[in-house]
């Protein structure tokens, strides 16, 4: 079994549409598929409803989500760490206990743009046009992450 986190700040935008997206494209009895925040502000919280109403939009229902922080031990539960900026890439590393743990976390959109080290922008203060658009990114990450893990 593949365990795979997705993280970003605050868990209620980008690493919930992360983990719905992905969890839509892979089989449940193979894969496991969570999200997490680096930050503490929405522990035990819904996804932000703009993330809730783009994944509604393309069939996928992440409402059953609640908002939790990274933590130490994710390094031990999971196989591969998403991140979905370089400021949660640098938080999540700060955590390493080892280069095992480091080598773990990677940049979720350095799957479509190899080594160019960009930025999920973060759409919580920006419009619904925003969190479509990073819909999009992460659809597309998403596919090439789902085509790695299921031939490698």
Same mark, same amino acid.
């Given at each position: ?8 700040? #605050? ?5 919930p ?8 494209k892979?089989?449940?009895? &193979? +894969? ?6 680096? #930050?503490n502000?929405h522990? @035990?919280?819904?996804?932000d409803?703009r993330?809730? /109403?783009?994944?509604s939009k393309? #069939?996928i229902? $992440?409402t059953? &989500?609640? @908002?939790r922080? +990274?933590?130490?031990?994710d +390094? ?9 900026d370089?400021?949660n890439?640098?938080?999540v590393?700060k955590l /390493?206990?080892n280069e095992?743990?480091i080598?773990?976390?990677k940049l979720?959109?350095?799957e479509?743009?190899?080594?160019q !080290? ?6 919580y203060?920006?419009?619904? &046009? @925003?969190?479509? !658009?990073?819909f ?8 090439? $992450?789902?085509?790695?893990v299921t031939? @490698?």
């Amino acid at each position: 079994m593949t365990k795979i986190l997705m993280v970003c700040l #605050g868990n209620i935008c980008r690493s919930p549409l992360a983990e719905g997206i992905l969890r839509s494209k892979l089989s449940n009895d &193979q +894969f496991i598929i969570d999200s997490a925040g680096t #930050g503490n502000y929405h522990v @035990g919280d819904l996804p932000d409803k703009r993330s809730i /109403a783009v994944a509604s939009k393309y #069939g996928i229902d $992440i409402t059953n &989500q609640r @908002g939790r922080q +990274f933590s130490v031990n994710d +390094f031990d539960a999971f196989d591969l760490i998403y991140v979905m900026d370089n400021s949660n890439f640098k938080n999540v590393v700060k955590l /390493a206990r080892n280069e095992n743990d480091i080598a773990k976390v990677k940049l979720i959109l350095n799957e479509v743009y190899p080594n160019q !080290n960009y930025d999920v922008p973060d759409p919580y203060h920006d419009s619904n &046009q @925003g969190f479509e !658009n990073v819909f999009k990114m992460l659809d597309e990450a998403t596919d090439v $992450i789902k085509e790695k893990v299921t031939l @490698g």
